[in-house]
């Protein structure tokens, strides 16, 4: 049995033939490329080299080239195993470098045990058999010629079975950088080349957003310029090139190998709908000088494909960073019409800054139009002991001079820029922007974001910048109008209380004898209601409906509101329908007409012989019941022309009494728990 050695770049390749040559006997040692398999060949001795051709660092060629510059291993028998080139190119390649087979991957393992075993009795210095005409036999050139023809038809059909293949997988890939590794792998592949070198042009700039490399142990290198070299003038060729050259510096095409040299080049710019978006080099043709017009066509189409397989991938990463911008304003929308707490709406929006603008910090600065500063509102990401003191004078520096122009001013790369506002907030920014909050016509501050790093500041981003500064200056107005409204409505109250209180006071100048009584009655009716358990809404209604209790006294003439005497049963019937005459005059007003219970309803009796409309038991509103108990307290305990006042005992003993009849039992049980009194509950 034989020592072979297995060089191949694809573990999957190299554990199949380690497994298969195994079972059969063989001892086998595997290499990932030819570098790693010279260097496992100082210790172990094969009979059979099995080598794929593509491979990083150093190819199958180069490879089989080293070998035979040995005189010890010069009589190594080889076999070239591969996926990647046309049989015929296979095979000059194979007779360039003293390989004596060649099969195509995959092969069935009969044909490459066939294979192995033929070429361990095969003397190492043995060319691949050629086949020799010695006279013009036409049925034998015709044989060779369809011969010929059958294997390129073959190949072709190998080729658009890869093509087809590639492009299923393109379609598949989801990340702009996997697929664009992935193309320049599969170029070089297909064709043969020594390195593949692909960019994608970064927009507006003069400069590949990224460039790969394969075949070098660097697959990424970082943004080179265009200023200059072979690839600045591939990239702006805007066509396809095939060229040779005499040794040209690897560095010149973007390969970080210093001692590569570059003899011929195949470049192909990636084009979509009509723009070129990226390049594609493939660099130094295995086995031949240069590149041939079919690659060239092979190359064209994976490009193509690729291109339109990055299209893809752009329009759907668009699609869902538009999805997640939508996202945010709505998240910005919840809490403008969620909360009238403007704090809690502005960390609202620096979140999303922050999340969907990919930046470490975010502020947010309200224009002060006393003091002419932009002051610090809300912060995310930044040192707040420095943030939240800091000042900015509006039209100076970038903040003030965004909020004064209107317009997002910044930058994305402190490097490259002449404004000296890199230093904010004890830090320095390697990017920072402004954009200006405005409302209906009004500047109200300044949105800021800041970056540790350079950023990639798109169109689109900074369109999202200015969406999300919108939403801020929406949700500042609305809660500045807000502010205003509830300012506004506290002076309406205030002056709507001053109005009634100014009807009272009138109403108790007419009646001197009950002067003092609407204020007490007020007092203690909202102590009581506010024992009973209601809200303080209602308990607002209560003290309004308290102090318009009497309001439609107004109605009842001078003659019997103030006689002294007691008044005749016509007179009685008058007097009766000042309740009316209080609901008739405040129903219209919508601001009082929730206070309407008391006026109303604080003469009709538990037992329903009340009036004006003879309501009973819980039919008459709670207001109204918890008020009649506090009525008759102050107007017993108060002297009237027609009587002295009552001891409070007594007062206290006659409202028991008419608990169950006239007032309701709790109302009156929840009277006598008010702390001032709680003395009277027992009689004392």
């Given at each position: ?89 296979a095979e000059r390649l194979a007779a360039s470098g003293h390989v004596q087979c060649v099969l195509a991957k995959p092969a069935e393992p009969d044909a490459i045990l066939r294979a192995v075993e033929t070429m361990l009795g095969t003397p190492a210095t043995a060319r691949p058999p050629t086949s020799t005409i010695d006279s013009p036999d036409h049925n034998a050139i015709l044989s060779v010629t369809l011969h010929r023809t059958q294997r390129e038809l073959e190949s072709i059909s190998q080729r658009l079975a890869v093509l087809v293949d590639l492009g299923r997988e393109f379609a598949t890939i989801t990340e702009p950088d996997t697929l664009i590794e992935r193309l320049c792998s599969a170029a070089r592949s297909v064709v043969g080349a020594r390195f593949a070198v692909a960019g994608m042009f970064e927009p507006g700039h003069e400069r590949f957003s990224r460039l790969f490399v394969v075949g070098v142990p660097v697959k990424t290198q970082a943004q080179p310029p265009l200023a200059g070299g072979f690839l600045a003038e591939l990239a702006r060729a805007g066509r396809i090139v095939r060229k040779r050259f005499d040794n040209a ?436």
């Amino acid at each position: 049995m034989a020592n072979v050695l297995v060089v191949d770049d694809r573990g999957v390749d190299r554990l199949f033939l380690q497994t298969l040559l195994g079972y059969s006997g063989h001892h086998v040692e595997t290499a990932g490329d030819g570098d790693e398999a010279l260097r496992l060949m100082a210790d172990f001795k094969p009979d059979l080299v099995i080598t794929d051709i593509v491979m990083p660092t150093m190819d199958g060629l180069e490879f089989v080239n080293h070998l035979r510059s040995r005189a010890e291993l010069a009589s190594v028998a080889v076999m070239f195993y591969t996926a990647s080139f046309l049989l015929s190119e296979a095979e000059r390649l194979a007779a360039s470098g003293h390989v004596q087979c060649v099969l195509a991957k995959p092969a069935e393992p009969d044909a490459i045990l066939r294979a192995v075993e033929t070429m361990l009795g095969t003397p190492a210095t043995a060319r691949p058999p050629t086949s020799t005409i010695d006279s013009p036999d036409h049925n034998a050139i015709l044989s060779v010629t369809l011969h010929r023809t059958q294997r390129e038809l073959e190949s072709i059909s190998q080729r658009l079975a890869v093509l087809v293949d590639l492009g299923r997988e393109f379609a598949t890939i989801t990340e702009p950088d996997t697929l664009i590794e992935r193309l320049c792998s599969a170029a070089r592949s297909v064709v043969g080349a020594r390195f593949a070198v692909a960019g994608m042009f970064e927009p507006g700039h003069e400069r590949f957003s990224r460039l790969f490399v394969v075949g070098v142990p660097v697959k990424t290198q970082a943004q080179p310029p265009l200023a200059g070299g072979f690839l600045a003038e591939l990239a702006r060729a805007g066509r396809i090139v095939r060229k040779r050259f005499d040794n040209a510096p690897a560095r010149e095409f973007g390969l970080d190998v210093s001692s590569a040299k570059v003899t011929s080049v195949l470049a192909v710019p990636i084009v979509v709908t009509g723009r070129t978006i990226g390049l594609l080099c493939l660099l130094n043709k295995l086995g031949a000088d240069e590149f041939s017009d079919d690659e060239s066509r092979v190359v064209e189409t994976l490009a193509a494909q690729a291109a339109v397989a990055h299209e893809n991938i752009r329009l759907m990463l668009e699609t869902e960073r538009r999805l997640e911008f939508v996202t945010a304003l709505r998240a910005i929308d919840v809490a403008i019409t969620g909360s009238l707490d403007i704090r809690l709406t502005l960390d609202v929006v620096l979140d999303q800054v922050v999340t969907h603008l990919g930046v470490d910090g975010a502020s947010i600065l309200l224009y002060n139009r006393g003091s002419n500063m932009l002051e610090t509102a809300a912060v995310r990401g930044v040192r707040a002991e420095a943030a939240l003191s800091r000042a900015v004078r509006y039209g100076e520096g970038i903040a003030g001079a965004a909020a004064h122009e209107r317009r997002v001013l910044g930058f994305s790369n402190v490097d490259e820029t002449t404004v000296d506002d890199g230093n904010v907030l004890g830090e320095r920014w390697s990017a920072y922007y402004a954009a200006p909050l405005v409302s209906k016509g009004r500047s109200l501050g300044v949105l800021e974001v800041f970056n540790r790093t350079p950023l990639q500041a798109t169109q689109e981003w900074k369109r999202f910048l200015e969406a999300l500064a919108g939403q801020a200056a929406i949700a500042i107005d609305e809660a500045e109008l807000f502010s205003d409204l509830q300012r506004a409505n506290a002076d309406l109250v205030a002056a709507y209380d001053s109005t009634l209180e100014g009807w009272i006071h009138a109403l108790d100048l007419r009646d001197k004898e009950t002067l003092g009584h609407t204020q007490r009655v007020t007092e203690t009716t909202v102590a009581l209601a506010k024992l009973a358990g209601l809200s303080i809404d209602e308990l607002v209604h209560v003290r309004r409906g308290s102090l318009l209790h009497d309001i439609g006294k107004l109605g009842v003439p001078d003659s019997i509101l103030l006689k002294p005497s007691k008044l005749t049963e016509g007179e009685w019937k008058v007097m009766k329908r000042h309740p009316t005459f209080a609901f008739e005059w405040l129903r219209p007003i919508a601001y009082l007409r929730p206070a309407i219970d008391i006026p109303y309803c604080h003469h009709e009796k538990w037992d329903g012989t009340g009036y004006p409309r003879g309501l009973k038991g819980e039919s008459i509103p709670l207001p109204a019941r918890l008020f009649a108990v506090v009525d008759i307290w102050d107007a017993l305990t108060s002297d009237r022309p027609y009587r002295a006042a009552w001891a409070p005992a007594k007062v206290a003993k006659h409202i028991k009494e008419l608990a169950g009849n006239h007032l309701e039992v709790d109302a009156v049980d929840l009277f006598f728990k008010l702390p001032k009194f709680a003395q009277l509950e027992d009689g004392g």
